[in-house]
């Protein structure tokens, strides 16, 4: 007693897809689909910076590795180029 059945529910998502319409209540599920999956990317980006802050790794040092890398891969493009030439 007390608890609701499974006809209730039933009863009750009938009523409000009568009332709302399916069109109506798909773009609801899609608003909410992306509104959750915006917040995931948000926390994991938060989880990113605080990883980034824990390391104690600044954005300076980021960029200077970023450049050693880009400087890296010139090089070796370089030096392939000469060995085919």
């Known amino acids: ?3 609701i059945s499974i006809w209730q529910l ?3 998502a009938l009523i409000v897809v009568l009332v ?5 209540l798909r773009n609801v599920g899609g ?3 992306s509104a959750v999956k915006g ?4 926390m ?5 910076k605080a990883k980034d802050a824990d390391f104690g ?4 040092q980021k960029a200077i590795d ?17 060995e085919q030439a």
């Open 44 to 48: 994991n980006s938060e989880d990113e």
């Open 20 to 24: 709302f319409g399916t069109k109506r």
């Open 39 to 42: 917040f995931k990317n948000a």
């Open 10 to 12: 039933l009863i009750v």
């Open 66 to 82: 970023e450049k050693t890398t880009a400087h890296t891969a010139t090089s070796a493009e370089e030096t392939k180029n000469k």
């Open 1 to 3: 007693m007390g608890g």
């Open 31 to 33: 608003d909410l689909g």
């Open 57 to 60: 790794e600044s954005s300076d």
